[in-house]
């Protein structure tokens, strides 16, 4: 009994885990990409007074903001590449450096 209480455990965690990082892990980054761009345009969320200048822009900004859109479309792509391959009978393997298709052993 006890052996099945702990796999259950194991597998709740491994669930909590997951939506924890696709959940609000991606919605995350795409915020902080969103906010690394109004930075990098030297933007804020505040109305200056007339003959007051804002920021300046921070072209280093708006890098951060497209690797962090690149991240969370790379994970959107695996989320997707999963569920196909999972259909087709196959499974998303991580052997190499970079995902590949499978059969299912």
């Known amino acids: 009994m006890g052996d099945n209480l702990g796999f259950a455990l194991e597998g709740a965690w491994k669930v909590l885990l997951a939506g924890l990082i696709l959940g609000a892990g991606l919605p995350l980054l795409f ?8 930075w990098g345009a030297g933007g804020e969320a505040e109305v200056h007074a ?45 052997e190499h450096i970079f995902p590949t298709i499978v059969d299912k052993h």
Do not use: E, M, N
């Not at 915020?31 to 109004?38: D, N």
């Open 31 to 38: 915020a902080l990409g969103i906010r690394s761009l109004a």
């Open 50 to 94: 007339d003959g007051v200048t804002g920021p300046k822009p921070q072209p280093v900004g708006t890098v951060i903001g497209w690797l962090l859109f690149l991240v969370v479309l790379a994970g959107i792509a695996l989320g997707i590449t999963f569920i196909v391959a999972s259909g087709f009978g196959k499974q998303l393997s991580f």
